[in-house]
């Protein structure tokens, strides 16, 4: 099983260029996230869905927006990339909403900002 | 909506000594789940165990056990006969999703 599959691995921006990070889970479910985590960090939520059409922001989504077009694909977009989002990116999907949902997570996208 | 905290930043043993990792969380949920994940070196997150408010019963997985107590708000990992393998960052999470995670434990475990 594929699970949650981001693409790619690994990617170096310049300050002011853009970029899609992409996500998709072969798990039919209705919930996706988008998390940051930082060095030392724990994950921070950028944005979520919970469902096909239907976003909202988590905690920290300044610069950057999502888009819900399919079940199951949930990109998220770095339109004017800064240092500050050298980051490692998670995504992750859930069954439901519900709070006993196991989190299903991709394997990370490390992204450097220079 | 319910927090976690884990007071440990990091914690250093030596291969075969038991570790325990604290986990304190706040709620005024009268349901709620817990998590702990383990995120290797090599930076994926692993899920280890989920744990519903009602169910207070410990659990024991091979090396692996988990002491749940809502009198304190407790829900604490204890690992048995350490290996270098384990050395991981652990965290304890509050309901899936939507929440962000505490900034977990860095476990060493020496050779």
């Known amino acids: 099983n594929a699970g949650v599959t981001q693409t790619p691995k690994f990617r170096i921006l310049k300050i002011g260029q853009s970029m899609t990070l992409q996500c998709a889970q072969d798990?039919?479910?209705?919930?996706m996230y988008w998390y940051r985590q930082d060095p030392g960090m724990g994950l921070k939520l950028i944005y979520y869905s919970v469902g096909a059409g239907i976003t909202d922001k988590g905690e920290v989504p300044n610069g950057y927006n999502v888009s819900r077009s399919t079940t199951e694909d949930f990109p998220l977009r770095l339109e004017l990339a800064a240092p500050s989002q050298t980051s490692v990116y998670f995504c992750?999907?859930?069954?439901?909403?519900?709070?006993?949902?196991?989190?299903?997570f991709g394997e990370g996208s490390w992204l450097t900002v220079v | 909506a319910q927090k976690v905290t884990q007071a440990q930043t990091e914690i250093s043993v030596v291969e075969k000594e038991d570790v325990t990792l604290d986990c304190v969380y706040e709620t005024r949920d009268t349901t709620y789940y817990l998590f702990w994940y383990k995120q290797p070196p090599s930076g994926e997150l692993v899920f280890l165990i989920r744990r519903n408010s009602f169910d207070e019963q410990n659990e024991i997985s091979g090396r692996y056990s988990w002491n749940f107590q809502k009198s304190t708000s407790s829900f604490n990992f204890t690992i048995t006969a350490s290996q270098v393998v384990d050395s991981a960052v652990y965290f304890c999470a509050p309901n899936a999703g939507k929440s962000t995670f505490g900034d977990g434990t860095t476990l060493t475990v020496k050779p």
């Open positions: 992750a999907s859930t069954l439901g909403g519900t709070a006993g949902n196991t989190i299903y």
């Open positions: 798990m039919n479910h209705n919930y």
